[in-house]
């Protein structure tokens, strides 16, 4: 399913279907989307009172449900993750699905959201930086060139090159085709038994955290191995996984990255600069086309899912 990248004069819901930004944030994100040329909408309520969460559950699913229907916008973009938007998705698939799909962008809390879009709506979603991070312009370089390609279409494409073999199976000469799934590895696993559970089956699955200890990582990957997740999927690209300590890093990359990935019979990868990371948070294209290239100089190649026309 065809996306139509934007352009100027397009208009781009903001929602919070988890945790809320600053309000200068949420500010300095909308002044940026007006000076791309973009015609942000921000609910007057927003945010609330409540202490967990942007808002009231209720309140999040009408306008994260507005968002999503409306004929009129052609992107979605989330001003935060944190958490909560798990707790809107058995609302949300009462919803009849909106057949003209649009840019969703978030990341982190917001896995629950491209997990539900790209398996029950069939749409594509991109994995990106929140509003708030666009604002503050800490997303530079690299990050905002590609950012700025995928939203308004001039860049279909992106290939991340330098990534680590990290079993006998990534180091193959072969090329293995299908569509990134996953992000964030804490939030999938809170889909299990679920009927939002990820569906792995047939496609790259990506994983990234943030703060979560090494026996914590080990124990996700450790059920998600007796739920039969690699069995199904094709292979395995690792994203960041920001730790405090540089023991705690150690440890998940000599230890806990390397046995899973020598127990693992798909291929298993890392290197994927896609994540929390504070200096660099690429976009990564989710359930759109993809090819991992294995052997000598290992890249994921994504296209973005959006077109001009």
């Given amino acids: ?88 998705l058995p609302e949300l698939a009462k919803l009849k699905r909106n057949a003209r799909p649009k840019i969703f962008i978030g990341f982190s809390d917001i896995t629950s959201l491209h997990t539900f879009l790209n398996q029950e709506w069939g749409w594509p979603t991109l994995h990106g930086p929140m509003l708030g991070r666009l604002g503050r312009g800490e997303s530079k370089g690299a990050e905002l060139w590609s950012l700025f390609g995928f939203l308004f279409g001039t860049q279909t494409e992106f290939v991340f090159e330098s990534l680590k073999p990290l079993n006998q199976a990534a180091r193959s000469q072969k090329v293995i085709r299908g569509q990134v799934v996953g992000g964030n590895m804490a939030v999938l696993q809170s889909g299990f038994s679920t009927p939002f559970e990820l569906r792995p089956r047939g496609n790259i699955l990506f994983f990234e955290d943030i703060g979560e200890k090494p026996h914590r990582v080990d124990r996700m990957l450790t059920q998600m191995k007796q739920a039969g997740w690699f069995k199904q999927a094709r292979a395995v690209v690792f994203g960041q996984f920001l730790m405090p300590h540089p023991s705690e890093k150690r440890i998940l990359s000599h230890d806990v990255l390397a046995r899973f990935a020598k127990d693992c019979a798909i291929p298993v990868l890392s290197g994927l600069p896609v994540g929390h990371e504070p200096k660099r948070q690429m976009p990564l294209p989710l359930g759109t086309p993809a090819q991992l290239h294995l052997g000598r100089s290992p890249h994921l190649r994504v296209l973005s899912g959006w077109s001009n026309k």
């Fill in 1 to 88: 399913m065809k996306v139509r990248a934007l352009r100027s004069g397009d208009i781009v819901d903001v929602v919070a279907p988890a945790s809320r930004c600053p309000v200068l944030d949420l500010k300095l994100g909308v002044d940026r989307l007006r000076s791309m040329g973009l015609v942000p909408r921000v609910p007057k309520n927003l945010f609330g009172s409540s202490a967990l969460f942007a808002n009231r559950d209720e309140v999040r699913l009408k306008q994260l449900s507005r968002a999503l229907t409306a004929e009129d916008s052609q992107a979605i973009w989330c001003v935060r993750g944190g958490y909560g938007s798990m707790r809107l």
